[in-house]
């Protein structure tokens, strides 16, 4: 999830994912028989339900990176205490959330010259938006939690809206201070204005050895109407994305999505991590709305809670 320009283009496909809840036949034979929940004989290692934003855990700013400013798409990414007088993040009382707090960020549109440290923005009328990214790593390399396999998941609204590109996603702690390559696994982005579709992705980038596989998923259900789960199970080299504990499927094969890790025996052997990013950006690939309505002026992510199970 770097910048809106430089992917995103990847295949999106339409089709259905019927029979995305059970087994494929092919001639009558099983072709792929459905992976059972990801969590089942795993334990909860981390358990971030969101009463409170814990800055000892959470960064909150411009993705950690040495190799940019950090910042990505049509909004400015606020530290934690605000920028320009807005406060994008903010704990909320939510019945639907399982403990009845959510985690807010929200996008706003400023509309005048911002003073946003290193961000490119701040003179580009369309581009005065603030936004809010949280990470568990910090641009000095400090990987205040991380994982090199396990499942991840959170539990998220996204908003409907034209610009909106909310995301978690994963990248590779020795990408921060070394940034020739870089792993990054985008568990869930989705564009405001699709309201039943999101892709998935892997990016292996820089060479040697740069890969890439993307996805566009099908939800036969509106994303933006509701909490849903987006999940990810790494083991080892191999990589299965679900949605709702279900794993997703090619909509052209209907055969599992199980993508691998090129790099993962150069993580295993310097000890690398994968650390999570909670992210409500806005793209800078689609035409700016003409006029802006009232009502788009101001958009909300909320998040439910962020797990990891071992």
Known sequence: ??????????????ASLAAAGGLLLTNNRPSAEEAPDPTEGRSLVF???????????????????????GFYGRSAFSRIDGEEGFNPYAIVDDPSASNGKAL????????????????????????????????????????????????FEARMRFPAHPLSFPAFWLMNGRSILFPKT?????IVEQKGWEHDLYGAYLHEWGKPGEHHEGIGVPTNVDITAGYFRYGLLIEGARCRFY?????IRDPKTQQPIDWTLGRAAEMD??????????????????????????????????????????
């Open 269 to 310: 052997a310097g000890g690398d991590v994968f650390w999570p990013l909670l992210t409500l950006a806005l793209r800078s690939d689609v035409p700016f709305p003409n006029p802006l309505k009232q009502e788009d002026r101001l958009a909300h992510m909320r998040v439910d809670y962020m797990q990891v199970y071992a």
């Open 104 to 151: 807010q960020i929200s996008a706003q549109y400023i509309g005048h010259q911002m003073h946003v440290p290193s961000y490119y923005g701040n003179n580009l009328p369309e581009y005065q938006w603030i936004s809010g990214n949280i990470q568990t790593a910090k641009p000095d390399g400090t990987i205040l939690k991380g994982w090199r396999q396990g499942y």
């Open 243 to 247: 949605f709702e504990r279900k794993q």
């Open 182 to 186: 870089s792993i990054e696994l985008d």
């Open 1 to 14: 999830m770097t910048t809106a320009t430089s992917r995103r283009n990847v295949l999106i496909g339409a």
């Open 47 to 69: 358990d971030e339900g969101f009463t409170t934003l814990d800055t000892a855990i959470w960064h909150a700013g411009p993705k950690a990176t040495t190799f940019d400013t």
